[in-house]
């Protein structure tokens, strides 16, 4: 098993972003953190490893245990969630991923992949990418240069698409394709305050139909789909370096305390936490 030491600045129960040496890489932390995360996406591919504790999650429609030594995998839009088993938490280390990269990955590995690329969930179990996330994970929090980290992250990527690339299968029954004009309209134009009505008729569906449509084909409400996508946006330009108020401004929050609320949610941290730690 890897062997797990706690940073002097990592405090029980913390969640932590870090900087890495490239913007298309962000670093994750958590020491015996209770936080439980509910249904959300991301952008960007993530692997990361489980060090102590256990955490019960579900992928789309499948069930899935993640345990100290496993794999933590997450790929682009798929909807998950994350329940801390037992008493004491979890401790993880987690590195997200730019979707690109990874479609580099597969082409110079010569690994014949759509845009559709994602990662089967065999690769929870493979130990040697543990090995490798981890020392990547250590190298970026060290501040290491680019010529070590990026030889760490072409050999993890290699095996990734390799060992364990696939295609993802779109959702196929009636409405699938009207709800993606829809999905596609709020993930572009997340500042707009978009109403149901319009959605709908975009679609060419009933307003109850369109809902369940949509929350069929994508696992999560319209609303809740916005809401991430603003947060998105908010993550990005705290990364950028901007102010709190801004960075929620800049994603559709008018209110502060309700952009800090979605935030820590879904990241497990507040807005200002998470700029102080990356600056």
Known sequence: MLDHQSDSHEEMGDIRFHGANRDDVLVVSALQTRHSYPKHTHDAFCFGVMYDGAQDSVYGQKHRVTEAGDVMLVNPGEVHDGLP??????????????????????????????????????????????????????????????????????????????????????????????????????????????????????????????????????GLSPYSFLTQCRLQRGLDQLRRGVSVTQAGLAAGFYDQSHFTRHFKKIYGTTPGALRLSLS
Request: with cysteine; hydrophobic share 40%.
């Open 85 to 218: 088993l037992g008493d004491h938490g979890r401790s993880f280390r987690t590195i997200y991923i730019e979707p690109q990269l990874v479609r580099d990955a597969a082409r110079e590995a010569g690994v014949a992949m759509t845009g559709n690329l994602e990662v089967a969930p065999t690769a929870a179990q493979d130990h040697d990418l543990a090995r490798i996330i981890h020392v990547l994970h250590k190298g970026y929090r060290d501040g290491e240069g680019r010529l070590g980290t990026d030889g760490l992250l072409v050999e993890l990527l290699g095996k990734v698409v390799r060992r364990h690339g696939t295609e993802r299968v779109r959702p196929h029954f009636n409405a699938a394709a009207a709800v993606a004009l829809a999905w596609q309209l709020l993930r572009d134009d997340p500042l707009t305050d978009h109403n149901l009505d319009d959605l709908a008729a975009l679609c060419g569906l009933s307003k109850f139909h369109f809902l369940r449509s949509f929350k069929r084909a994508y």
